[in-house]
């Protein structure tokens, strides 16, 4: 079975080294061709509303917010675009720390403990989670974009259920992150200590699994190690239901004492964002916590790489773009997935295509009008942005980047 996935992904990446040899211009049969805006993740329900784009790839959040405001339909969830079965349980968000942190393995346990917990708790209370993410993310309140107006809480209840919440490490999570790697060389991102080595080279420098098995162990039996008490931890987060686990870690930290014993407890309970809490294993407190709110993934790897935080909840393109050009006695470590899949395309309502083939015939339809297609893109070289221009590749439909 391993050796068939990673068939299927050396597959890919061949596809996707067809997309991205064009020079990221312009590729494929031009008379079928998509334009690709870049641009940020919120402002794209805002550009789609006011019809300056017809769609977009993005991960959750906007999803849901285009279908609870009714400017857009899914055409595809990120896990359901071809080549078929390529994308199941593809890699997104990941738990990691820096050598700093991973001096004290116990600690590191704990809290990778407490990340499975939080996806437990999501999974079994998936309306409570939403509700907490909203409550964390946007204080419960509305969210506007432009003259659309959703209930924050309603997108969470959407949202949710489309992500998968899962730390297990599988043989598919790790097939997925070998060819996303093989992909960022392919693009010219990947170039130094990741240029070249094979996949258990690369996992020696990405992965540290120790704490999470030594979570597993703990979690099974009941029985939590408690470590030795240190003064700071400082965890960095993305503003995002990604990081659900963390939010509902905080939000309902009684729940996790009674039925763990094993807690973050904020300092002061409040709506909205936390950012000091306190960690107890076993009732017992072992640290102060802060959390700290990220502007974007490569930042969290600057403050880790400055011991500036010490953990990070972060997209998986991130940490193999900070291992790779390393340079400092600061190393960084993937601990866990965090979650998986959570992304998806959307079109506008007044588009024809309803699914990935009737999305296929609209973008040939208006190729031949004259009038291409405009999707909005994250960024390049992104999961996301990766998804879309195999699957577009394998239709055999063109791109050319659109200028903001």
């Known amino acids: 079975m391993q050796k068939k996935l990673i068939l299927i992904f050396m597959a890919l990446v061949m596809c996707v080294m067809v997309v991205f040899t064009a020079g990221c211009t312009e590729t494929g049969n031009e008379n079928a061709t998509v334009e690709i805006l870049y641009t940020g993740a919120g402002t794209m329900p805002g550009l789609l509303a006011t019809g300056q784009i ?20 899914v055409v595809s969830y990120s896990q359901d675009l071809p080549p078929k079965g390529t994308w199941t349980d593809h890699t997104c968000c990941v738990f990691g720390a820096n050598s700093k942190a991973l001096e ?32 964390w993310l946007f204080s419960s309140q509305n969210m506007t974009y432009g003259n659309v107006i959703v209930s924050s809480t309603d997108v969470m209840k959407t949202s949710i259920p489309t992500i998968k919440f899962s730390s297990e490490i599988t043989d598919s ?13 392919d693009l010219g991102i990947v170039t130094a200590k990741l240029a070249s080595t094979t996949t258990d080279e690369s996992a020696a420098l990405l992965y540290d699994f120790g704490p999470y098995d030594s979570a597993v162990k703990q979690i099974e039996s009941k029985t939590f190690v408690t470590p030795a008490a240190t003064s700071t931890i400082s965890i960095g987060y993305l503003p995002s239901d990604h990081d659900a686990p963390l939010f509902v870690l905080l939000k309902d930290w009684e729940y996790f004492k009674s039925a763990y014993n094993c807690y973050l407890k904020p300092v002061t309970e ?14 017992q407190k072992v640290a102060n916590v802060k959390l700290i709110e990220g502007t974007g993934g490569p930042q969290l790897m600057t403050l880790l790489q400055q011991n500036a935080i010490q953990y990070a909840l972060a997209g998986t393109p991130p940490f193999i773009s900070a291992v790779d050009k390393s340079t400092g006695d600061m190393g960084l470590k993937i601990l866990s997935p965090l979650m998986l899949e959570g992304s998806g395309l959307v079109v506008s309502t007044s588009s024809p295509a309803n699914d990935w083939d009737g999305f296929v015939a609209w973008i040939k339809a208006r190729s ?8 909005g893109d994250p960024q390049l070289g992104s999961i996301q942005d990766v998804q879309l221009k195999s699957a577009l590749e394998y239709a055999g439909i063109g791109y050319v980047v659109k200028s903001a």
Do not use: C, H
């Open 173 to 185: 999570w790790l097939n997925s992150n070998e060819a996303f790697i093989q992909s960022q060389r």
């Open 104 to 135: 004290n393995p116990d600690a590191a346990a704990s809290l990778s403990a407490l990340m499975i917990l939080g996806n437990k708790y999501i999974n079994d209370y998936p309306d409570n989670a939403a509700a907490l993410t909203a409550d």
């Open 270 to 283: 409040k709506t909205g964002k936390i950012t000091d809490a306190e960690l107890y294993i076993n009732g």
């Open 368 to 375: 031949a009008e004259g009038k291409n297609v405009v999707l």
């Open 54 to 73: 017809d769609g977009y790839i993005n991960w959750q959040p906007f999803i849901a917010v285009a279908l609870e405001g009714e400017i857009g339909k």
